[in-house]
């Protein structure tokens, strides 16, 4: 059974900055993209960055050159580092991780709050 466990979300101010890691655990092989996305109170998901197993990476526009996606593939860990936060960054966060074998898999969610 494949599980995704998102930690490092919380209240932070304006201008400050978290990191977000999400590891999967079970057995889960040929893993391919890794990304997460946010999800803002009546909003629909959206991406916010993705990586893929050779390491290009993806941003959406609102988020370039302040958020950074990186992995580590022996731990099957994927992280946001979220920089200059703003009060429009203020989401759940959710990782999904594509497996060649077995499909797409999402995280449970962690809050992302972003206090003016």
């Known amino acids: 059974q494949v599980r995704l466990v998102e930690s490092g979300g919380g209240l932070v101010q304006a201008g400050g900055s978290l990191r977000l890691s999400c590891a999967a655990s079970?057995?889960?092989?040929?893993?391919?993209?890794m990304g997460w996305y946010r999800q803002a109170p009546g909003q629909q998901r959206d991406l916010v960055a993705t990586?893929?197993?050779?390491?290009?990476?993806d941003y959406a526009d609102s988020v370039k050159g302040r958020f950074i996606i990186s992995r580590d593939n022996a731990k099957k860990t994927v992280y946001l580092q979220m920089n200059s936060l703003k009060k429009e960054d203020t989401a759940v966060y959710y990782c999904?991780?594509?497996?060649?074998?077995?499909?797409?898999?999402w995280g449970q969610g962690t809050q992302v709050t972003v206090s003016s």
């Open positions: 079970g057995s889960i092989v040929n893993i391919n993209a």
């Open positions: 999904k991780v594509v497996s060649g074998y077995y499909g797409a898999f």
């Open positions: 990586i893929s197993s050779g390491g290009t990476t």
